[in-house]
């Protein structure tokens, strides 16, 4: 997609539904059930996760991957095959992720679009177009495989929670998403700093935008955290069961 018509144009669409006329279409309808669409759509996104994560080894090895922040593509055709085929299907994934909001719509549970919720989902899809447009090269490697790497995990906690209450047993470990989330946010924060400092042949307003926004990203995310956990101990049934790319779930919700 050389321009952006396309992407606005999803955009636009999507915050058209998901704000406007899908709680509008479903304000006289019973929710839908998508349990079985949802075990199966996050079982998806894990298996499409870790082939993206395959993608991003295949352009160098994880020990590599930071020794190469300034590195230019390589002239090896098969090499930048792999590499624009893994931008392109990254590209594509976070088309697919706006299924999440839309399946909070269907199942009116409007309360969990939330500002972050939207904001994430809708920025980090302009964010991966702007990457097959404006960085060419190994660049994005490190910040795909970082967010593909937390997507198997996270998509997985979903999996098993859509599956139904007797499953919640497992999910003992469901605050600790958020600190994986904030993890990545940090790491990639800090491989940002390093292309800027290293002059970095790659357009510093580009780069300036991505900075800026995992900053949004950290305060965010972090909020979310206090908000969910910090506080006093909630009853079980309004306990949460982590975040969904920028919202939190609860018991009831699944």
Not at 13 to 18: D, H, I, K, P, R
Not at 116 to 128: K, P, R
Not at 139 to 160: A, D, E, K, R, T
Request: one cysteine or more; a positive charge; aromatic letters at 18%.
């Amino acid at each position: 997609m050389k321009s952006p018509v396309p992407v606005v144009t999803i955009l636009i669409t999507y915050l058209y539904f998901v704000l406007k006329l899908g709680p509008k279409m479903m304000a006289k309808r019973e929710p839908y059930n998508l349990q079985t669409l949802l075990v199966a759509y996050n079982a998806y996104q894990v298996l499409f996760s870790i082939w993206l994560c395959s993608q991003a080894l295949k352009v160098q090895k994880p020990m590599q991957l930071l020794k190469h922040t300034c590195k230019n593509p390589s002239t090896n055709r098969e090499f930048q095959e792999v590499l624009s085929n893994g931008a392109w299907w990254y590209f594509f994934s976070k088309i697919v992720e706006l299924l999440d909001t839309v399946f909070f719509v269907l199942r009116k549970k409007q309360s969990q679009v939330t500002f972050l919720h939207v904001y994430h989902h809708a920025i980090t899809m302009f964010f991966s177009w702007g990457y097959l447009k404006f960085l060419p090269g190994e660049q994005g490697v490190v910040i795909g495989f970082l967010n593909s790497l937390v997507h198997v995990v996270m998509y997985f906690y979903y999996m098993v929670a859509a599956m139904g209450p007797k499953y919640q047993k497992y999910l003992w470990w469901k605050k600790y998403i958020t600190w994986i989330q904030l993890t990545q946010f940090c790491i990639m924060l800090a491989y940002l700093f390093s292309i800027i400092l290293m002059d970095c042949k790659l357009p510093k307003a580009l780069t300036f935008f991505f900075v800026g926004n995992v900053v949004i990203f950290l305060y965010l995310f972090s909020d979310f955290y206090r908000k969910a956990y910090k506080k006093k101990p909630k009853t079980e049934s309004q306990s949460t069961n982590g975040l969904s790319n920028g919202h939190a779930k609860t018991v009831k919700d699944q």
